[in-house]
């Protein structure tokens, strides 16, 4: 692994007190590798999961041509152009078992949506199409062309191909295409265990009075929902008091179960308090200032702990810095930790209802509201009060436009990019 100092070293334009969001990733990327330890989960603990091996089909999928629709199934070189077509029903073929004769030239088969296809058979007419009279039916002209509704064998997957690769997180539609290969389930990478803990001595815990000067912690919730939609395990390690004794043995602990640790607070130049001593003392870390609004101030290192080390992002404490700092930093992170391969969210594109002021040289995070307009595009305006301690603000969005680090002021109108919470917050 390689210290923070042969990163930034090698790092171009690597400026702590001014560091662009794109040097952050790329930074992060360098300092965290991913874990190596896996495990085999039944297919519905998949979920969410990130797979550890490519999986190989075992087997085709369909394992069989079979038909698309309740139809009649007949050979399409009888077909005449601009003729209907008469056929004489010889049977009917059901699905879950294979029907037993032969079609020959002049006859059909009624089938069923999933049936095999009796390999002299290649099109299948829909049932709604055909005039039926006694075991005669009649397919007019047009209807039907060959080939159609005939699922073929292994159209979905071929028996020895790669069906899922590895780095990949498992959702609904992988763990119904593991489960159809017949698979009971799947090597996944293990779980990542993520410790987080809010600092500040102005910060209360819930269920103490509030006082003058004081403010309920935040920063634990939101964190605490963002790791849990990540799918880590978390350790919640509370409020930690500004004191030496109880900020060491937080960060120890931390570093001891898991392999990243979360804080907010404490980080930003004026503070005057003992967490930032503490991260220095106990681990490799970098202070930075990132060219970004909000969430300026940022730690980021690693801490050693009995022979183990885990990954520290010192957050901001503003409730909004941190959750965009989790979503622009600590997240993508996260996933390279967890093995995830192509993770990075897709950013939409949707045209401004408003004039924004942006100021070219750091990124800038506002919260946004995306609709769709009357022409059916979309549409973003901001939530209003862009502060980074109005939290408010973040529940109305639905989504963070970003303006990129050399973009300038947004006219009304313009595209600008936009990251969309769901499945994220
Ligand atoms: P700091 O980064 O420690 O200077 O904190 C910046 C602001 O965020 C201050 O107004 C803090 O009171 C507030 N803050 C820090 N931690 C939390 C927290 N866990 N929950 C809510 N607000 C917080
Ligand atoms: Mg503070």
């Known amino acids: 692994m390689k210290t923070i100092e042969q990163i930034a070293a090698e790092l171009q334009g690597y400026d702590p ?5 794109e040097r952050v990733n790329q930074f992060l990327a360098q300092l965290v590798e991913p874990v190596t330890a896996t495990e085999t989960v039944g297919v519905f603990e998949a979920l969410g999961r990130v797979l550890a091996q490519d999986v190989v089909s075992p087997i085709s999928v369909p394992p069989h041509d079979n038909s698309a629709m309740d139809g009649f199934g007949f050979h399409s070189s ?58 005669l039916i009649e397919i007019p002209p047009g209807v039907v062309s060959a080939g ?4 073929l064998l292994g159209e979905d997957l071929t028996a020895g191909q790669p069906a899922l690769r590895r780095g990949q997180t ?8 593991i489960a159809s290969l017949g698979l009971p389930g799947v090597e996944v990478v293990r779980k990542l265990k993520v410790a987080y803990f809010s600092t500040g001595d102005e910060i209360l815990s819930l269920g103490e009075p509030l006082r003058e000067g004081a403010v309920y912690d935040s920063n634990r919730y939101t964190v605490f929902g963002l790791l849990t939609r990540m799918g880590v395990e978390v350790i919640d390690m ?33 503070e005057a308090d003992h967490t930032k001593a503490m991260m220095k003392q106990l681990g490799d870390v970098a202070f930075w200032r990132i060219a970004m609004r909000p969430g300026r101030p940022m730690a980021v290192g690693r801490i050693e702990e009995r022979g183990k080390s885990a990954a520290l992002f010192g957050l ?33 594109k949707a045209h401004s209802a408003e004039a924004l002021r942006k100021k070219p040289g750091r990124t800038e995070y506002q919260r946004g509201v995306v609709s769709r307009g009357a022409d059916g595009s979309l549409r973003v305006r901001t939530t ?13 969005a639905n989504g963070l436009i970003v303006l990129h680090h050399g973009q300038g002021n947004v006219a009304v109108g313009d595209e600008v990019d936009v990251m969309m919470f769901d499945g994220v917050i």
């Open 17 to 21: 007190q001014a560091l662009s969001a």
């Open 78 to 135: 009888q077909l005449l152009p601009g003729q209907p077509l008469s056929l004489r029903v010889v049977g009917t073929a059901f699905a879950g078992k294979a029907w037993q004769g032969t079609v020959a030239a002049g006859e059909c088969l009624k089938i069923m949506t999933g049936a095999i296809m009796p390999p002299e058979l290649d099109t299948v007419v829909p049932l709604e199409f055909v005039k039926a009279q006694g075991e």
């Open 148 to 151: 159609d509704n005939r699922r």
């Open 170 to 177: 498992l959702g609904p539609a992988a763990l119904g295409l």
């Open 238 to 270: 509370g409020v930690i008091k500004d004191e030496p004794a109880a900020l060491e043995a937080a960060f120890r602990q931390a570093a001891h179960e898991a392999d990243a640790i979360i804080t907010s607070g404490g980080v930003s130049m004026g």
């Open 316 to 348: 901001p404490g503003n409730p909004v810095a941190v959750m965009v700092t989790f979503l622009a930093f600590v997240r993508p992170a996260l996933q390279r930790l967890m093995g995830c391969q192509a993770c990075e969210p897709v950013l939409l």
């Open 384 to 396: 209003g009060n862009q502060g980074s301690g109005v939290l408010r603000s973040m529940v109305e």
